[in-house]
């Protein structure tokens, strides 16, 4: 267990963090060194690829968009800078995620397109593979979020959650989607792979 916590004041950009790793062996509470960049949204869980957890990261709060993925390594508990694709512009934002067991970047470009990239080999700013593009309407009707959640058994095609409402196939071939259809599924739900 990673607890990270940020305190910041909105009339500057002061802001302090503490970070602490709970050992299951010692059943105890470590303090580590403290995150040394600024959370770009507070209060997001990390996101476990490759053995460490990721968050999207600013060097200052005032930031409204952010470029930069912070890796916390659970083996050696050491912070590092993962680079990040080629991509983005100022009219989009960024989401991290894990697909296949590979770290991906989700780049939004509100109600107008979403890119899911894929870092093949971890580590490596040249493996990062832009693996599609959903446009609406055009591809899956008008979406506020949509998040890759799983390939099927085949590898062709990726079974994508949209607006924490409904999920779909897509298929990277054909560009298409179908609905899956869930009996007794809740309204609103929010998807996650363990």
Known sequence: IVRLVQFFAKDNDLWESKVKVYSLKNDSW????????????????????????HWLVNPK?????????LAF????????????????????????GVLGGCLTILCHRYRHRLDVWVMKEYGVKDSWMKLFS?????TIRLFDYVRPVAYSKSGGEVL????????????????RVRNVRILGAPDMFDLDIC
Do not use: H
């Not at 709060?61 to 993925?69: A, C, G, H, K, P």
């Not at 912070?79 to 960024?94: A, E, G, H, I, Q």
């Not at 994508?160 to 897509?170: E, S």
């Open 61 to 69: 709060v005032e930031s409204d968009r952010t470029n930069l993925i």
């Open 73 to 96: 390594d659970l083996t050696v508990e050491e912070y590092r800078l993962v680079p990040p694709p080629d991509f983005c512009d100022k009219n989009s934002s960024m989401d991290v």
């Open 134 to 138: 959903v446009t609406q309407p055009e």
């Open 160 to 175: 994508v959650g949209k607006d924490l409402k409904k999920l779909v196939w897509y298929d990277l071939n054909k560009k």
């Open 30 to 53: 470590n303090r580590v060194q403290d995150c040394p960049y600024y959370l770009y949204k507070p209060c997001s869980f990390g996101t476990l690829a490759s053995g460490a957890l």
